[in-house]
């Protein structure tokens, strides 16, 4: 994140700055070459509200590595028919085929300090148009469904695998597709354990469904940001992001409010078992054993090869789930789209002291009249404790973005 | 007469194609954004090089009047297409030793489907050729007597949180006037203006300088002040105590910008 963003993201006084453009189809589906910018139409405002979208990993309770991308609804004023279908000679669609499956994409930014620079400009949500409600009130609700929608409209049946292949491989078969590519422009596959699919003419399932199969297969997240494709392992990102100060740590707060806190115990997962087999993964942690008896998730891996890479992809999965992780789901600034889930930050926030004007004890040596307070608050996070984001939400509308994150052991 | 005016929308849109001398043609939406701040600029333009803008309608457009806002022009000048040449309005268009960054110009009608900027020289010398704001009006109508109440209110749309450490995070979307008219004379010829503006249910231009006052210097009075509004409140009128009928009644006006 370069310093001036982040200058703009941290002032208490924003001048926002969002876009919304579509490109629709031809008469002949074709998609035409450039956006079109619809927010403002010759100098009018458009939008009667933005919406808000979120992005999470670890989606499904009890489901690890389960990716979520969620829709966006906005509305806009269509007291002159603009959104309209493609009949009424006032519709932006006049003259093109129809409004379903138009793309539309939100670009966001900050205005700097001069109000002249645009800053930070990047697409924070892109999709395709799933259906136009338009109404009495003179408005029309837009429902846009991410590009997710689009690799689950079609079938694994239509590419025809045969054979052993790997997770790399099928990921990457999907995905570099023109049908997909006009969407989502491809990525090679990096699965954290590219293990080999049996008998691949045994998979069933929309393209988006086998993702993410294979996604907990292989311990790995199929993240899609926008059209920003990556198919990875479950990994924080090396460097922070971003380091949030919280109450008592900076002159200038980066956290409106804490939502939610978890000292660790939900998601903890001591033991992994591969049904049909006797394969297991298990702790040999005592205090974890004693801690958590019974915290047990099991896998269905038929179609995993060997069973070494079985082995493999539980061993990895206990890596990941068995010590307790500090989970917290906090408010923060709009952070457009320099935050991601598996993005490394940093938070920190200390609780208050009392009585006042005191020192924690330690801090001063015996007997030199200092006198000795303690800290309250129920949440208190001491250094720059490091985080792996899991979810955010962006809520374009109010500015404001939600985030939650477990903490990096 | 007095000052206001009303006009139709902007003839100047994304339905006019244009074609400058080096200003970037994607940009001419800076034009007719209803933001005086975001300017076209042109690019490699001096004193020696004149900056010429030329917009093509799609279809013929009446204009009685054009408003040209935050500019650095210093000389030049605009015409429009007869059919044959471009040619001086009624009353022509030119710049010898300008110092102004707003001005309006008003005119005998006329019809056309293009319309020539040339701007030669800049107020600092030698600058990029810049203009905020162009718009190509039609008259609605000009009322015959000043209101005798002008309120204006600029409304900020803010949406305030609240850090956790007390601290106010404010985030500003935008703000939009509010302009509130009395008006106690006015003339039939005045109420058929704001019945016909009423009817059309449509947005519009609202002046209140009217171009005349040149030395005007409230916000919402200065010659750059032009708002695309609409007019919110009720069609009403009242006849002066005492009569039944007459000549000259009141009316109230709440006009709200559409952009």
Known sequence: MTTAIQDLIRENAQRPVRKCYIKRKSIAGVYETDWY?????????????????????????GRIGKFSLGNLTMAFRNDTGAFNNENDARSLWYGYLNRKYTKLKIECGYLDEDNTTEVGMAVVFEGVIDYVKTSDDQTASVRVLPYTSILKAYDISDLSLT????????????????????????????????????????????????????????????????????FTGRTASVSSVFDFEGRGYAANSDIIAISSYDDGDTKTVIRWLVTGTNLEAITTDPVLLLKYLGNTETLTLDDVDTTPQKQGI????????QYPKQVIEFKTRFFINQIKPTDRVTIRIKGQYTPENTLIWGGNAWGDGSVWGTRIGSIILDSQTPFMVTKISKNISDWVTQITAEEIL | MSNINFFKKNKLNSTVTPTFTSANTALMVNLYDNDTTSKLISSGSNDATPEVWQFDFAASVMIDAIHIANHNIKSGKIEYYNGANYVDFSTPIAWTANAAADNYFSFTQISTTSIKLTMNTTIVTNAQKSVGELRFLELLGTLSNNPSKFDIKFIEKTKE?????????????????????????CTQADMDILRTIKNTRASFYVYPNGGSNLTALQEGLRVRDMYFVNWTSDYTYKLPSGHLTGTIVGTDLTLKEAV
């Not at chain 1, 939008?47 to 999470?56: F, Q, R």
Request: glycine share 4%; proline share 2%.
């Open chain 1, 37 to 61: 910018r619809v927010d403002i139409i010759d100098g009018v405002s458009q939008v009667k509200t933005w919406g808000s979208v979120s992005l999470e990993i670890d989606a499904e309770q």
């Open chain 1, 163 to 230: 054979g052993k292949k790997s997770i790399n491989t099928i990921v990457n078969a999907i995905m570099n597709q023109t049908k997909i590519t006009d969407f989502i422009p491809y990525v090679a596959s990096a699965a954290q354990e590219n293990v080999d699919i049996t008998d691949t003419s045994l998979i069933t399932g929309n393209y988006w469904k086998v993702l993410t199969d294979l996604a907990l297969k292989s311990a790995s997240i199929p993240l899609l940001n926008a059209s920003a494709w990556t």
């Open chain 1, 314 to 321: 539980i061993d990895e999965l206990l890596a990941l789930w």
């Open chain 2, 161 to 185: 949180q609240v850090l956790d450490n007390g601290a106010s995070l404010s985030v500003f979307f935008g703000e939009n006037a509010e302009i509130k008219l009395k008006l106690d004379q």
